[in-house]
């Protein structure tokens, strides 16, 4: 699910003193080598002799000649990136990224408020999402009931969270890693952010661009977009991504319905009172090309004579643990840009035009509506990045991405000093997880800091 930074707002705090690591084994059945430990941080970084929170960090130590320590993010807002690392997330499992397995140590965490860092992001998932009301309220009364609730939502979820629910935006993680870096004892690192994980990376390069060896931005987010442009974005491209699947599907005995009319299908399941949350968990599978084999199933089995449509509503994120932190993170760097009801109509009508099939759900859709109301002030929104002073970055997009459209790419790499596109041509949402090409070209970067010739396509 996944994104600007004044360099004038931006100016890096002071360092304070970090301690060692004290390294604990945690394996997996993955990799038995797996240690974990945990690094104090300030709750508020602008007041860093105050309340101290805890983040937790994962190391898979480099089995080869070591160049230096891989920070990783695999996405979000609200991924788990320590338990990522030893689920084999983010390509380490994959002969393309073997290399950087011998060079690298993979560094995971869990920012602020997610996982296993503490205190953790806690909402009562049932207050976030009223399908009664959706994301779409149809008049100004459902309108004012979609403000109510996510007022008490959002109290509900500082209640439960305490402070550190206002301090969980990402300058505040840029921060967190600078201080797993001194932590680490690595003067520079590298970094490897796919989705969410893409803004994360810019905004720490941003901040401090003299820490930084080399980056890879994959599924990039471009924060400086105004939140009305994001949500035509990708509208746009998620109606792409179901048009393109539904091509596929022609084609390909993998898919569970071959030869059908597949749109037709999909609109067949948008006509269910619970379409907004049957879109949620469908587009959870849509952004993964290995997941459309599956993904065809379920929407044959979901449109058939005897429609299931309980395996498609499992999928869903919408008023859940996951969307809980999602939702608290997600506000703070992307607030709702709606000031009325008939401000909302108007985007929620342009949103229909541009995708008169995928409508019901989009991420940025989520936030817009989701943030509407949200009683806890932003302390990160979209405003004019620039990233300078730094090594050659890999920016990565893909031309069918349904969650980060190609545009953001573009537009995130116009504003890096030195910055590299590498475009995929490949259906999915970012190259690493759906291209053996890009992960080819992604370790080449990562071990030599050299970009991709710009010929270069995948």
């Known amino acids: ?25 945690c394996p997996t059945p993955l990799f038995s ?4 430990a945990n690094v104090p941080v300030p709750l508020d970084w602008a007041k860093p002799e105050g309340a101290k ?109 305490g402070p550190v629910a206002e301090h969980v935006d990402t300058v505040s993680v840029a921060d967190d890693i600078d201080a797993i870096r001194r932590a680490l004892g690595e003067p520079k690192i590298s970094w490897l952010g796919v989705s969410y994980g893409s803004e994360v990376g810019a905004t720490y390069a941003a901040k401090y661009p003299s820490r930084v060896r080399a980056a890879v931005l994959d599924g990039a987010l471009d924060h400086s977009r105004p939140m009305r442009l994001t949500i035509a974005d990708e509208a746009i491209a998620g109606e792409d991504a179901l048009h393109r699947f539904a091509a596929w599907c022609q084609t390909t005995d993998e898919c569970a319905l071959r030869g059908q009319d ?34 065809s199933k379920l929407l044959a089995n979901a449109t058939g004579d005897k429609p299931d449509l309980e395996p498609l509503l499992g999928l869903s994120s919408l008023g859940t643990e996951y969307g809980s932190s999602f939702r608290v993170i ?7 840009p709606f000031t009325s009801a008939a401000d909302m109509r108007v985007s ?60 953001w790419a573009r537009g995130l790499v116009s504003r890096i000093s030195g910055g590299h596109l590498l475009t995929y041509a490949a259906d999915g949402h970012t190259g690493l997880y759906n291209s053996a090409c890009v992960r080819v070209q992604e370790a080449k970067y990562l071990v030599s800091g050299v970009v991709p010739d710009r010929s270069t396509r995948c």
């Open 262 to 295: 597949v749109i037709a299908r999909y609109d067949q399941l948008m006509r269910d009172p619970r379409a907004e949350r049957l879109a949620n968990g469908f587009y959870g599978g849509l952004i993964l090309t290995q997941a459309w084999p599956p993904l």
């Open 33 to 36: 080598q797996l240690m974990c």
């Open 1 to 25: 699910m996944i994104r600007a930074l004044a360099l004038t707002l931006l100016a890096p705090v002071a360092p304070a003193a970090t301690p060692a690591l004290d390294w604990q084994p």
């Open 53 to 161: 929170i805890s983040i937790r960090v994962s190391k898979l130590p480099a089995s080869g000649d070591r160049i230096g320590s891989l920070l990783t993010n695999p996405g979000g807002p609200g991924g788990e990136g320590a338990g990522a690392i030893g689920r084999g997330e983010l390509g380490t499992t994959t002969p393309e990224f073997a290399e950087l397995r011998k060079r690298f140590d993979f560094i995971g965490f869990d920012p602020r408020g997610v996982g296993e860092s503490t205190p953790k992001i806690e909402c009562d998932p049932a207050k976030l999402y009223d399908p009664s009301i959706g994301m779409f309220p149809r008049d100004n009364a459902a309108y004012q009931r979609l403000i109510e609730l996510n007022r008490a939502a959002g109290r509900d979820c500082l209640a439960r969270t």
């Open 330 to 336: 997600g506000c703070h760097d992307f607030p709702s």
């Open 348 to 407: 929620a009508s342009l949103v229909r035009k541009l995708a008169p099939h995928t409508w019901h759900y989009s991420e940025m859709w989520e936030l817009a509506s989701g943030c509407a109301g949200w009683p806890i002030k932003a302390q990160f929104p979209p405003r004019p990045e620039h990233v300078r002073d730094v090594p050659p970055i890999l920016v990565v997009g893909g031309e069918h991405d349904p969650s980060t459209p190609l545009v």
